[in-house]
């Protein structure tokens, strides 16, 4: 026999010296096994191991005192009953006291029942050096001390020493590991991403015959931690005796690996076999349902629960059952089932929080959360803050967003990455992205969600460019940031495909579009629905319609949002009737919503389909069951307006049901009276969008805008003026344009990009090539009173003609330019692309605010009609 001293590294010491140290200390009694209890002694112990068998540990104890009070000496039989019942009620304290009985009566070197129980207690009481010493003075060991070792380190997460005595136990002590062992084996493999290792386990256990139900069930939640599902699946199926441990763990896999379909597949399956589901079964199976939104099985589980009332005790099964119902948008069912609970644990508040903050019930989750803080005797930890924080950066009425940073700074929640990303998603949304990257830089470990995190917020502040080089970072690497990025994970995923791509069409940045797409096929990313409708905006909003439609023919699933986003597209190119004509193929596959509808109607505007679009707004309550909101009548406006229906127009609005909000239609109404020159329905427009909206810049310009084209400059300048004076500021005319890889932003008037003096003569020199082509400047875009030749100048300036001029410097002839523009594209400025377009014989794409313009031979795609 040989004596293990577990110093780092293990060690091996031969018995002989430890049988040394036991001649220094001996017993009392040599051998007290030998001891004959009397009657009184033997009551004694039947009392205490019955009510250990019964945990009533506490009972246990007093009848240990009283025994040892009595005068009654404690034996073998005594001490593994007492030591049980200290090790369960986490007493070390006492245990250690109990212990020194052990060693005083000499049990620990007589005893190796006595001495496992011992080595227990430290196990799961104690420390990781306390476990050590008791097992190293161990006299005699067999398997349960091995085992009782193994599992005492990974209890104390010394995975790798787990596996060392795992070893040792094998070559130098000759004792074969059992079913436990295994399990204990299984566990540290999984812990330390030891694929191979986990095969051996696995492989040893076929060896020996091991088929015990314990041993499978470890190694399928081994697997499947490693990342092998199908391996789990494999055993599962391959194995008789499950028990429901085993279908549990498969069902709790499979959902923790998002396979939501199989999982359901097993727990129909487990029911079919006469198994009664548990608090884990249904903790498990619900996030399926959740995530497949199978909303009528999820209220079937739920009624199985209700007919089982030491279910809907459970705090995990209420939990996933707010959570089901918040994800199938029932949030009102959510709250019942949270409402009916008698003691709500802090998982249930989190479950509810987060299932208002998803379904954007900011101001009730805030509500919510000082409900929690006030009443519930919790307090918050994390995921409640990762909760909180969104819907304080949503809730306007909320406006001590930074207290709550300074108050998870206070619970000591700061280093917390689900806290920090809540934050850097609060700061951007804030519109303080600075500060967002100061906490994402400051991050040691940026995982995948940190940097879909960061990404997003640069979306949503607009810094598109800003977006695309973060992904180029998380993709290629930061060389200043690998060390202190070396432990997290930052491989791309749908989520971040699906955030980044609209900065590729914001940006028309078509060439890192298709970089995005190739990763997503490399990946099997592309096959995911949202990135696939993702693609085929990106592809749309480029220029690239025939491209947009390969990506929506190709894709095995299109869910609603994907015939929306190919309305949107043909709508954007002015193809009204392809996009009735899909239209008619969508109902067959997916029922319309409300977004459907404002598509079709913006396509049916930009190709001039009035009546058809009128038809479509009497047909959609009555055949498809979606009543008009005020965005459809905004969009009708729209249509009547831009075809030059304006007193229709009015009349739609004038007409509209109460209730529905009519800023959209205003505008609507006030953009069209621009575009047809109608001064009088203009000031009409205006003064209810200002009565409505006094700090939108759009409504001042458009007034202004009408003013200067009818020559009325005092009205169009006290118009500024009072859009100054209210502290309004328009948003500059910006333009981009994509070469080498990197988008170029041109702002009109601006000199700040490098080529800006090249850029200005260029344009000079070809406005004279093209008035001898015919080209006569729309001066009344220029809408300030200065003379024409400072307008012609200042034509020359706009940011879409200063992006067409780097395209014609930069890009090889054969290649289209491509322009996105974030306004509307001014009449002099489409009438001058037209007659470019035909004097350099090149193709120009530009996209405003509304639609796309092809530009080739002296045409425009839209037929002047925009």
Not at 54 to 68: G, L, P, R
Not at 282 to 287: D, F, M, Q, T
Not at 489 to 505: E, F
Request: hydrophobic residues 40%.
């Amino acid at each position: 026999m040989s004596v293990l001293r577990i110093s780092h590294p293990l060690q091996i010491h031969h018995h002989h010296h430890h049988q040394q140290q036991q001649q220094q200390h001996k017993p009392i009694n040599k051998n007290p096994s030998n001891q004959k209890p009397t009657s009184d002694s033997r009551s004694w112990l039947e009392q205490l191991r019955s009510h250990t068998r019964s945990s009533n540990f506490h009972e246990a104890i007093s009848v240990y005192i009283d025994m040892t009070t009595a005068g009654h000496q404690p034996d073998n039989f005594a001490f593994p009953a007492v030591l049980k019942a200290a090790t369960e009620i986490h007493d070390l304290k006492l245990g250690k006291q109990i212990h020194g009985g052990v060693i005083k009566l000499g049990y620990d070197a007589s005893s190796v029942t006595v001495a496992n129980t011992v080595l227990n207690l430290y196990g799961k009481c104690g420390e990781f050096n306390d476990v050590v010493k008791v097992f190293d003075k161990m006299s005699e060991r067999d398997r349960v001390s091995w085992n009782t070792l193994i599992t005492s380190l990974c209890r104390l997460e010394e995975w790798e020493l787990a596996l060392d005595v795992f070893r040792q136990m094998q070559f130098h002590d000759g004792i074969e590991p059992n079913s436990f062992t295994l399990v204990s084996m299984c566990v540290a493999c999984s812990k330390l991403e030891a694929l191979m290792l986990g095969k051996q386990v696995h492989a040893y256990s076929l060896r020996i015959g091991d088929n015990m139900s314990f041993t499978n069930n470890s190694l399928m939640s081994m697997y499947a931690k490693l990342g092998r599902i199908n391996d789990s699946i494999s055993i599962f199926d391959f194995f008789a005796t499950k028990n429901m441990v085993s279908w549990n763990t498969m069902i709790s896999s499979l959902s923790q690996r998002d396979s939501f379909e199989e999982a359901m597949r097993v727990f129909r399956l487990m029911i079919l076999q006469g198994m009664k589901p548990d608090g884990v079964t249904i903790s498990s199976v619900l996030p399926a349902c959740s995530h497949l939104e199978l909303l009528d099985h999820g209220k079937e589980i739920h009624a199985y629960v209700l007919r089982n009332t030491n279910l809907i005790d459970n705090s995990y099964v209420c939990s996933a059952l707010v959570d089901m119902y918040c994800n199938c948008r029932r949030v009102t069912s959510g709250r019942r089932v949270f409402d009916d609970l008698v003691n709500t644990s802090l998982a249930n508040w989190n479950a509810m929080l987060a299932g208002y903050t998803q379904n954007g019930f900011y101001d009730e989750a805030l509500v919510l959360f000082l409900e929690m803080m006030e009443f519930s005797g919790l307090f918050p930890n994390p995921t409640t803050m990762a909760s909180v924080f969104p819907a304080s950066a949503h809730c306007e009425a909320f406006h001590d967003k930074e207290g709550l940073h300074g108050y998870v700074l206070k619970m000591g929640f700061a280093k917390d990455g689900y806290v920090q990303n809540a934050l850097v998603d609060l700061y951007s949304r804030m519109g303080k992205v600075d500060i967002s990257r100061n906490i994402f830089d400051s991050l040691e470990i940026k995982d995948t969600v940190s940097w879909n995190t960061m990404i997003t917020g640069y979306v949503v502040c607009g810094c598109h460019e800003h977006a695309l080089d973060l992904l180029h970072k998380m993709t290629q690497g930061d060389e200043t940031n690998v060390e202190n990025e070396c432990n997290g994970t930052r491989k791309p995923n749908s989520i971040t495909l699906m955030t980044v791509l609209p900065g590729c069409a914001a940006l028309a940045a078509l060439a890192k579009g298709k970089e995005i797409h190739a990763y997503a096929i490399r990946n099997m990313l592309a096959s995911d629905v949202a990135v696939g409708s993702a693609l085929a905006d990106m592809y749309a909003k480029c220029g690239c319609l025939s491209l947009a439609r390969n990506v929506f023919d190709g894709m095995s699933v299109r869910n609603v949002i994907t015939w929306n986003v190919m309305f949107m597209a043909y709508g954007m190119h002015g193809k009204g009737d392809l996009a009735l004509s899909l239209f008619k193929n969508m109902v067959d596959e997916v029922k319309p919503n409300e977004v459907t509808f404002i598509s079709l109607f913006a396509a049916c505007s930009h190709s001039g389909m009035v009546k058809e679009g009128q038809n479509l707004f009497r047909r959609m309550k009555d055949e498809f069951g979606v009543d008009p909101t005020e965005d459809h009548y905004g969009c009708v406006v729209d249509l009547l307006g831009r075809a030059g229906q304006l007193t229709e127009a009015h009349e739609l609005i004038i007409n509209m049901p109460s209730g529905l909000n009519k800023v959209g239609a205003w505008s609507s109404l006030l953009g069209a009276c621009w575009i047809h020159q109608n001064v009088e329905l203009g000031e009409i427009a205006a003064h209810h969008l200002l009565e409505l909206e006094p700090d939108v810049a759009s409504h001042y310009v458009l007034l202004s805008n009408i003013y200067s084209s009818a020559g009325l400059w005092e009205k169009a300048t006290e118009v500024r003026k009072n859009m100054i004076r209210n502290g309004v500021k328009k948003e500059p005319g910006c333009s981009w344009i994509e070469f080498d890889d990197e988008v170029h932003k041109f702002v009109s008037g601006d000199f700040s990009h490098p080529q800006s003096e090249q850029l200005h003569g260029f344009l000079e020199t070809l406005s004279e090539r093209l008035k001898h082509e015919g080209y006569v400047p729309d001066t009344s875009c220029v809408l300030h009173n200065v003379n024409e030749e400072e307008k012609e100048t200042l034509l020359c300036g706009h940011s879409e003609r200063l992006a067409i001029a780097f395209g014609l410097l930069n890009l090889p002839p054969s290649v289209p330019i491509r322009v996105s523009k974030n306004l509307r594209v001014c009449n002099d400025c489409h009438s001058a692309t037209k007659f470019i377009s035909k004097v350099v014989d090149r193709e120009i794409i530009v996209r405003d605010v509304r639609r796309f313009h092809y530009f080739k031979d002296g045409k425009c795609s839209c037929g002047d009609y925009w």
